[in-house]
């Protein structure tokens, strides 16, 4: 059997690749590729059969992912747990990876699947970009209206949804929501889908939302990880003057929505190193910079975690980031409390799985509408 690897598909992304037989498996290895940055993570590839033998037995393909001791968080490969689609099949989780390790120390991760007949797209996680997001806003029926708010630095559309427009002095409460300012955090974007799918539900009684689902954008289209990358991470652009265009265009959106309702909390969806499993937990603004809003997002932590329940909550679901940073600028948190004085927190949300619950789309989502429901009793008193 041959194949090759296409990463010319969505999202595509793998490097340092190689191909060879071993009885009737195919071994395919691969690395994740940086893209420019100091991190790696994200893969997404196609596995394309191009022999003459679909009718043959399949056989079996091993997934090799090399390098494994240098993506971000890469500690156990039981862990990781990617997907796989079949030509005109749905994505589907693979077991958890196995570790082979190499004379010299190295460790890689490997899963074994099916050969494909025709060809299997293979990515880190379930993709999330443009064809995901206007599946939402079909399936929503319109209540969530798409408009262009700017462009990116490589010219491509940065889009909002929003519930409503709100008035000038408004007094509806307000949420401002942003995801995947890292372009391959794509869990951070399920969740996001379930909590608007679940806020298109409440109609009028729902808070004012406005939300910039794919942040990123470049990076998203272009594939990257996206943690860090150069010329600067887009979560740690926030400043004055921001060191992003893309962050200036949110910039200027989160103050117009700021004028067009009483702001009462920002979100920021992301998802953590690799290999976390423990469950969704939550970064507040760290206390000793910005002490009123800790302790109101201390308050919504626990009323979010609470909703959360044991099935998607890590434990303790609320923490305070002491890692270093490249960059010491602040992030979409840091502008919130010290631009706009709201209370802002991050949702990180694991690749793979929340202590034994398994992340599937639907799981994904439905912790979303958890939290989407919370967010709205804790709105309405």
């Known amino acids: 059997m041959h194949v090759t690897v296409d990463t010319g598909v969505a999202h595509g992304n793998a490097c340092d690749i190689a191909v060879h037989e071993e009885g009737d498996t195919t071994v395919v290895e691969f690395a994740a590729d940086p893209h420019g940055g100091p991190e790696c993570l994200w893969f997404c590839f196609r596995l394309q059969r191009d022999d003459d033998e679909s009718d043959a037995p399949a056989g079996k393909v091993r997934l090799v992912l090399k390098h494994f001791g240098n993506i971000l968080g890469g500690s156990d490969p039981s ?7 079949y030509a005109g099949d749905d994505w589907q989780r693979l077991e958890p990876g196995t570790a082979e390790n190499s004379p010299d120390g190295c460790v890689r991760a490997c899963w074994t699947i099916e050969a494909p007949t025709s060809y299997v797209d293979v990515a880190l996680c379930y993709p999330y970009g443009r064809a995901e997001l206007d ?101 740690r652009a926030w400043g004055h003057p921001p060191m992003r265009h893309e962050t200036l265009v949110i910039q200027r959106d989160v103050k117009r929505w700021q004028q067009r309702c009483r702001p009462v909390l920002g979100i920021d969806f992301h998802a953590p190193g690799a290999c976390e499993t423990d469950g969704i937990y939550m970064y507040l603004p760290t206390p000793e910079i910005y002490p009123a809003q800790h302790d109101q997002a201390d308050r919504w932590t626990a009323r979010l975690a609470e909703a959360l329940t044991h099935e998607f909550a890590a434990e303790p679901a609320n923490r305070v980031a002491r890692y270093r940073s490249r960059w010491e600028t602040p992030g979409f948190v840091g502008y919130c409390c010290a631009e706009l004085k709201l209370c802002a927190l991050t949702i990180e949300t694991p690749y793979a799985s929340a202590g034994n619950t398994l992340l599937t789309r639907e799981a994904y989502r439905q912790a979303g509408r958890r939290l989407a429901d919370a967010v709205a009793a804790h709105v309405a008193g």
């Not at 862990?79 to 796989?84: D, F, L, Q, T």
């Not at 519930?163 to 955090?185: F, K, M, S, W």
């Open 135 to 235: 599946e939402l806003l079909n399936d929503t029926h319109g209540l969530w209206r798409c408009d262009t708010i700017g462009v990116s630095q490589a010219a491509r559309p940065i889009l909002r949804l929003s519930n409503d427009y709100g008035t000038v002095d408004g007094d509806r409460p307000g949420l401002y929501l942003i995801a995947r300012q890292h372009a391959g955090e794509t869990p951070g974007s399920w969740v996001l889908d379930g909590f608007l799918r679940q806020i298109a539900t409440l109609g009028d009684d729902a808070p004012l939302v406005w939300a910039v689902p794919l942040s990123n954008i470049d990076g998203i289209e272009q594939g990257d990880y996206g943690k860090d990358n150069f010329p600067y991470d887009l979560n």
């Open 79 to 85: 862990a990781i747990r990617p997907v796989a689609r």
